[in-house]
């Protein structure tokens, strides 16, 4: 039955997909062209559309796919799927963290993956910024100057306004920016 | 109710603007529950972002379901877990049942390519954040230093490298160089 089969796909991808949506991309696909739900084209398709809506890109692809298989139902048993495995196990980690944060061991041991952490998520951005300048990996340089001039104008607007003003813009307004400044520059 | 109904609706805007994955979620979640609402600490944030990548799934679950629960328990948990979910869940039910070339739409395109870069920007913005309230020792910074650049090396030379064997790398030498003090202490203090 397809609304099982959609339950058990997407616990399993909710379960295993450790690291962020991209690491668990190789996972969705097996589990995806397993059941035979979309083709591999389709895949790269609702990728590129999770992307570019708001949401997870794991809870995106979810949905999507449910949908596709089974309407409504199907996106809303798909999504739950996807999510149910982090909400329970993010519960279960609070209900036991407050001892374990207290042991100088995990405390040693959270101190290297924080710094950790904050390294992956600077590289991240910075990896973001250079590919939207067009410097990407195994490709020629193109460097996008337009891109770089808006890049510039964000970073001076988002800033300066909080440097000038109390509450200056906030990440959500930022984005709201972006997108009128990329439809005014890009055009419609 | 009152406040489920807060966590409900901080947690559907955060839903509805985050655009980019999990990395871009952590910024705009940063700033509304750190500094905006103050339901969490710093640190707490960063626990969480070191539960998240630590456990499958995707971050913004992890984030929601944490400050939930901690205002308001299993109810608080939910209500902000629904909350992140549902606006992207309905923007793609509507994508995927009546638009069919959704990312050939001009203004669609358009608008993305500025939000990509400000993701970037945000994203950005709060490493650096982080990394101006991490502690100041030399083993730290060279932790996040060798993570940044291993991460970008990987990257440019199309080399696969798991976050989680970088953090598992990361965590072994701190505990390393825990269990050295430790040793040293001991016998120093002979």
Same mark, same amino acid.
């Given at each position: 039955? !397809?609304?099982?089969?959609?339950?058990?796909?997407?616990? &399993?991808?909710?379960?295993?997909?450790?690291?962020?949506?991209?690491?668990?991309v190789p996972l969705i696909r097996d589990v995806v062209l397993d059941y035979g739900w979309i083709n591999e084209d389709m895949l790269?398709? !609702?990728?590129?559309?999770?992307?570019?809506?708001?949401?997870?890109?794991?809870?995106n692809l979810a949905t999507y796919v449910g949908s596709t298989q089974a309407g409504a139902l199907g996106s809303f048993i798909a999504t739950t799927a996807v999510v149910l495995p982090s909400f329970v196990i993010t519960i279960l980690i609070m209900v036991l963290l407050k001892k374990l944060m207290e042991n100088p061991v995990a405390k040693a041991v959270l101190g290297g993956l924080k710094p950790c952490i904050i390294g992956i998520i600077l590289s991240v951005g910075v990896e973001m910024l250079l590919s939207n300048l067009g410097i990407r990996a195994k490709e020629a340089i193109a460097f996008d100057l337009t891109a770089a001039? !808006?890049?510039?104008?964000?970073?001076?607007?988002?800033?300066?306004?909080? &440097?000038?003003? &109390? &509450?200056?813009l906030s990440p959500i307004g930022l984005i709201a920016v972006s997108a009128v400044v990329g439809i005014v520059i890009y055009g419609i | 109710?009152? +406040?489920?109904?807060?966590?409900?609706?901080?947690?559907?805007?955060?839903?509805?603007?985050?655009?980019?994955?999990? #990395?871009?979620?952590?910024?705009?979640? @940063?700033?509304?529950?750190? +500094?905006?609402?103050?339901?969490?600490?710093?640190? +707490?944030?960063?626990?969480?972002?070191?539960?998240? +990548?630590?456990?499958?799934?995707?971050?913004?679950?992890?984030?929601?379901? #944490? *400050?939930? #629960?901690?205002?308001?328990? *299993? @109810?608080?948990? @939910?209500?902000?877990?629904?909350?992140?979910?549902?606006?992207?869940?309905?923007?793609i039910l509507l994508i995927s049942q009546f638009l069919d070339r959704f990312l050939e739409i001009g203004w669609v395109a358009s608008a993305f390519k500025?939000?990509?870069?400000? *993701? @970037? *920007?945000?994203i950005i913005d709060a490493a650096l954040k982080m990394i101006k309230k991490m502690p100041k020792d030399a083993l730290t910074w060279c932790i996040m230093g060798c993570a940044c650049a291993a991460m970008l090396a990987a990257t440019f030379l199309s080399v696969k490298l798991s976050s989680i064997v970088l953090m598992l790398i990361a965590a072994a030498v701190s505990?390393?160089?825990?269990?050295?003090r430790q040793m040293a202490g001991k016998e120093g203090g002979k």
């Open positions: 039955m !397809i609304y099982l089969d959609l339950l058990l796909g997407f616990l &399993k991808v909710g379960f295993f997909a450790f690291g962020g949506a991209y690491a668990a790269s398709y !609702i990728i590129a559309v999770a992307e570019s809506t708001p949401g997870p890109i794991m809870v001039a !808006i890049a510039a104008g964000l970073a001076v607007v988002y800033y300066g306004s909080r &440097k000038l003003f &109390k &509450k200056g | 109710m009152r +406040e489920l109904f807060e966590l409900f609706i901080t947690f559907a805007k955060i839903g509805a603007f985050t655009f980019g994955g999990g #990395y871009a979620m952590i910024s705009i979640i @940063a700033q509304i529950c750190v +500094e905006t609402k103050q339901w969490i600490t710093h640190d +707490e944030m960063m626990n969480i972002t070191v539960i998240a +990548e630590s456990t499958p799934g995707p971050i913004a679950i992890n984030c929601a379901t #944490y *400050v939930g #629960y901690k205002q308001k328990g *299993v @109810a608080g948990a @939910a209500a902000a877990t629904i909350g992140v979910v549902l606006p992207s869940f309905i923007i500025g939000i990509k870069i400000a *993701v @970037a *920007v945000l505990l390393t160089a825990f269990l050295l």
